[in-house]
Nanobody
């Protein structure tokens, strides 16, 4: 089992930055793909970014490309999401997720992720 705990959310003005962090426990996640998703009120959960176990591959949703960067530190068992140039539409609960090894392709589909954190609220004011 993998437990995930997100931190770093908060209230920020449009144009500002936040850095979210996800700490994993229970087992090492160095060979797990990790992802960030978000869910705004009344909307479905949507993919934000994912990173491979070794960190060599990353994929970012078009809505976040050029503004958000996913990274990981396997020595610390953590995954971060640096968010810059935040917009009010980025307001959502942000979730960290882990995908067990054994897949052949990276994916942004939530159904392929096996473990989820409780989420951290990000609110961007205009």
């Amino acid at each position: 089992q993998v437990q995930l705990v997100e931190s770093g959310g908060g209230l920020v003005q449009a144009g500002g930055s936040l850095r979210l962090s996800c700490a994993a426990s229970g087992r090492t996640i160095s060979n797990y793909a990790m992802g960030w998703f978000r869910q705004a009120p009344g909307k479905e959960r949507e993919f934000v970014a994912t990173i491979s176990g070794g960190g060599g591959q990353t994929y970012t949703a078009d809505s976040a490309k050029g503004r958000f960067t996913i990274s990981r530190d396997n020595a610390k068992n953590t995954v971060d999401l640096q968010m810059n140039s935040l917009k009010p539409v980025d307001t959502a609960v942000y979730y960290c997720a882990a995908r067990r090894p054994g897949f052949t392709e990276m994916s942004g589909a939530a159904k392929f992720y096996d473990y989820w954190g409780q989420g951290t609220q990000v609110t961007v004011s205009s």
